[in-house]
């Protein structure tokens, strides 16, 4: 299940008009169609704020909120809600860790790609290799999920 959640496609995000910074927290009841405020709601209308985040993009902490049953984000929620998914956030991440750690190359995040041409380790957002510039195989995805250094 946890491969399957790092490699799911990604969700397509409605942007916020440019220079306006819009909640990421899901709006209750423009869920239910009862949101009387329309666009000048502050709470968030993206389908997107509302799918589970991965794995890999939770963060290593109990969600304080959901242990005082307050926490409105529900499954896109970046913290862990209860031992059980703490636990397998820990050992996912352990997990990847340990296979990003095999080789003496870089850490791989989902969307990077190794040079067919020379071998080296390529970020996602790379068309073509830095070290040979030999270009990125074809199949394989430029969208790439955001890198976080916090593991």
């Given at each position: 299940r946890?491969v399957?959640?790092?490699?799911a496609?990604?969700?397509?995000?409605?942007?916020?008009?440019?220079?306006?910074?819009?909640?990421?927290?899901?709006?209750?009841?423009?869920?239910?169609?009862?949101?009387?405020?329309?666009?000048?709601?502050p709470l968030s209308?993206?389908?997107?704020?509302l799918q589970?985040?991965?794995?890999?993009?939770?963060?290593?902490?109990?969600c304080t909120?959901f242990?005082e049953?307050k926490?409105?984000?529900?499954?896109?929620?970046?913290?862990?809600h209860g031992?059980?998914?703490?636990?397998m956030?820990?050992?996912?991440?352990?997990a990847?860790?340990?296979e990003n750690?095999?080789?003496?190359?870089?850490?791989?995040?989902?969307g990077?790609?190794?040079?067919?041409g020379c071998?080296?380790?390529?970020?996602?957002r790379?068309?073509?290799?830095?070290?040979?510039?030999e270009?990125?195989p074809l199949?394989l995805?430029r969208l790439?999920?955001?890198?976080?250094?916090?593991?």
């Amino acid at each position: 299940r946890a491969v399957e959640e790092a490699n799911a496609p990604p969700v397509p995000q409605v942007q916020a008009p440019r220079g306006e910074k819009r909640s990421r927290v899901p709006c209750k009841f423009f869920e239910s169609g009862l949101c009387q405020k329309g666009d000048e709601c502050p709470l968030s209308h993206n389908p997107s704020d509302l799918q589970p985040l991965p794995f890999w993009q939770k963060r290593q902490y109990m969600c304080t909120f959901f242990a005082e049953g307050k926490c409105i984000r529900g499954a896109s929620c970046a913290f862990a809600h209860g031992a059980e998914e703490l636990d397998m956030i820990i050992k996912f991440k352990a997990a990847l860790k340990e296979e990003n750690n095999k080789g003496s190359k870089p850490a791989k995040w989902p969307g990077d790609w190794d040079c067919p041409g020379c071998n080296d380790r390529q970020f996602a957002r790379n068309g073509s290799c830095r070290k040979c510039g030999e270009p990125r195989p074809l199949g394989l995805s430029r969208l790439s999920p955001p890198r976080s250094r916090n593991m």
